[in-house]
Every structure is written in C-alpha cells, then in structure tokens.
C-alpha cells in the first residue's frame, strides 16, 4: 500500500456515515464513507482509545498515550 494510507483498525459511526481508522503510527483519520473522502487527519500524538459519536460528527479520544486528558474533536474541521 501507499504509505500515505492510513493502516490499523477502524470504527463505523452508527449511522454508517463515517469511519475512524488508527494505527500504523499516523494517528487517526476520519472519512466520509459516501464520499471516500478524508473528513479530517489527526496526526499523532492523538490516539487510542477513541470513540465516535452515532452520526460520525464528533471524535473523543486521549491526546497522549500516558496522559489521561480527552478531547472533543470535530470531525469535519478537526478542531478540538
């Protein structure tokens, strides 16, 4: 694969309009399914755990690995 393409595992949100996929070191990358467009790139540091909200717009996920901090991101901009 290209090395730009995000790699690891993903979440639907529950209305199947977006998708959150992590790993591969790149931090997250939300899509939109309809389209197959990048809604927003999270870059790492932020990670896992992280949940989606049931129409995909929100994104909650911790900022570091060893720091407890959660943010709320917008998934269409990608701002917290």
């Known amino acids: 694969t290209d090395d730009k393409e995000p790699s690891g ?11 959150v996929v992590g790993g591969g070191g790149d931090g997250l990358h939300v899509w939109d399914v309809a389209t197959g467009r990048p809604r927003c790139h999270l870059p790492s540091p932020h990670g896992y755990p992280f949940a989606l ?15 407890p901090t959660v943010v709320t991101i917008d998934t269409a901009t990608g701002r917290t």
Do not use: K
């Open 9 to 19: 595992s993903g979440v639907f949100s529950a209305d199947g309009s977006a998708v």
């Open 53 to 67: 909200s049931t129409d995909g717009t929100r994104l909650v996920c911790r900022r570091y690995d060893d720091d």
